[in-house]
Nanobody, 123 residues
Framework: QVQLVESGGGLVQAGGSLRLSCAAS????????MGWFHQAPGKERERVAA????????YYGDSVKGRFTISRDNAKNTLYLQMNSLKPEDTAVYYC????????????????WGQGTQVTVSS
């Protein structure tokens, strides 16, 4: 089992930046592809970025391409999401999630989820 704990959320003005972190413990972090999701009030949870277990492939939702960067440090068991040029519509709870897939790609439904961290972007 993998335990995931997000941090780094907060209140920021539009145009600002935040870096989210997700610390993993338990089973080997490098065995899992990882993803960041967000969920705004009244909306479904959606994936904003994902990364392969080795870190060599990244994937982004259209709304964050060119603004957000996902990365991981397998030696530190930590996943990151650098968020730049933030917009009010980025306001949501952000969750990290771990995928257990045979080829190390972030496909299907994640197996483990963190508790989430709130990001609020003011206009």
């Amino acid at each position: 089992q993998v335990q995931l704990v997000e941090s780094g959320g907060g209140l920021v003005q539009a145009g600002g930046s935040l870096r989210l972190s997700c610390a993993a413990s338990g089973r080997t972090f490098s065995s899992y592809a990882m993803g960041w999701f967000h969920q705004a009030p009244g909306k479904e949870r959606e994936r904003v970025a994902a990364i392969s277990r080795s870190g060599d492939r990244t994937y982004y939702g259209d709304s964050v391409k060119g603004r957000f960067t996902i990365s991981r440090d397998n030696a530190k068991n930590t996943l990151y999401l650098q968020m730049n040029s933030l917009k009010p519509e980025d306001t949501a709870v952000y969750y990290c999630a771990a995928y257990r897939t045979p080829f190390g790609t972030p496909t299907g439904t994640p197996e483990y989820w963190g508790q989430g961290t709130q990001v609020t972007v003011s206009s």
